[in-house]
């Protein structure tokens, strides 16, 4: 199986925060294949550039090593990605949120978020995140 992580699941995960129940955390950390979008790591470094977000270590560190360490492979984003954009629905409102959901679509991926508007599309979701 093939899990898109969400910014915040990535960034809870990689942190061993509670915010992941054990099953999940397990499910994370077993043999499956974890992605995480190209936008996820651009909407990361804009929180950080601004002050929203501060890592432990700085940010081309902390994402190399922790990509690395947990065998996450990132998703770049392509021209049939952003067409999908240009067409769904704007249930949605948060862009890189956006781009995750058409990622999801064309990928067909199953996507880790405790964002519940991601379910207003049609796609497969994984999101009882909090204990």
Do not use: C
């Not at 990509?67 to 240009?86: A, G, K, V, W």
């Amino acid at each position: 199986m093939q899990y898109l992580l969400d910014t915040h699941t990535f960034l809870w995960f990689v942190n061993d925060s509670d915010e992941i129940p054990e099953q999940l955390f397990n499910l994370l950390e077993s043999d499956v294949d974890l992605l995480l979008s190209i936008a996820s790591l651009w909407e990361i470094a804009i929180k950080v550039n601004i002050g929203k977000l501060i890592l432990p270590k700085l940010y081309t560190n902390f994402i190399s090593e922790q990509t690395q360490l947990n065998d996450i492979e990132i998703l770049p984003i392509s021209l049939e990605h952003l067409n999908l954009i240009s067409t769904l629905p704007p249930y949605h409102k948060d862009p890189f949120d956006r781009l995750i959901i058409a990622q999801s679509l064309v990928e067909n991926l199953i996507v880790i978020s405790k964002d519940s508007a991601f379910d207003d599309y049609n796609i497969t979701r994984l999101g009882q995140l909090s204990s």
